[in-house]
């Protein structure tokens, strides 16, 4: 069992920026994938981005690209997300989780996530 907790969402304004965190109790050989996915209200969840341990695949849904960057503490066990010029539409409740998809294509894809966080809300006003 591989606990999740997040930390650092909050209330911003539009161009604002926010740094998440998300601290694993371990990493096992099936949790080498840390993502982080979004909810909004009345709307699905979706994937945001993901990093392998290791630190060398990342992905990113093309709306964050060039705004959010996602890394790597080892030694803390700590995924974070800077987030950078939000936007209102970014509004949501941020997860991370952790698994292992098989290919780089696959991180995106939420069944492939073992263990989730509870999530921690970013409000972006305009």
């Known amino acids: 069992q591989v606990q999740l907790v997040e930390s650092g969402g909050g209330l911003v304004q539009a161009g604002d920026s926010l740094r998440l965190s998300c601290a694993a109790s371990?990493?096992?050989?099936?949790?080498?994938?840390m993502g982080w996915f979004r909810q909004a209200p009345g709307k699905e969840r979706e994937f945001v981005a993901a990093i392998s341990w290791a630190g060398g695949t990342t992905d990113y849904t093309d709306s964050v690209k060039g705004r959010f960057t996602v890394s790597i503490d080892n030694a803390k066990n700590t995924v974070y997300l800077q987030m950078n010029s939000l936007k209102p539409e970014d509004t949501a409740v941020y997860y991370c989780?952790?698994?292992?998809?098989?290919?780089?294509?696959?991180?995106?894809?939420?069944?492939?996530?073992?263990?989730w966080g509870q999530g921690t809300q970013v409000t972006v006003s305009s």
């Open positions: 989780a952790t698994g292992a998809p098989v290919t780089a294509q696959a991180m995106s894809l939420q069944q492939n996530y073992l263990y």
């Open positions: 371990a990493r096992t050989f099936s949790t080498r994938t």
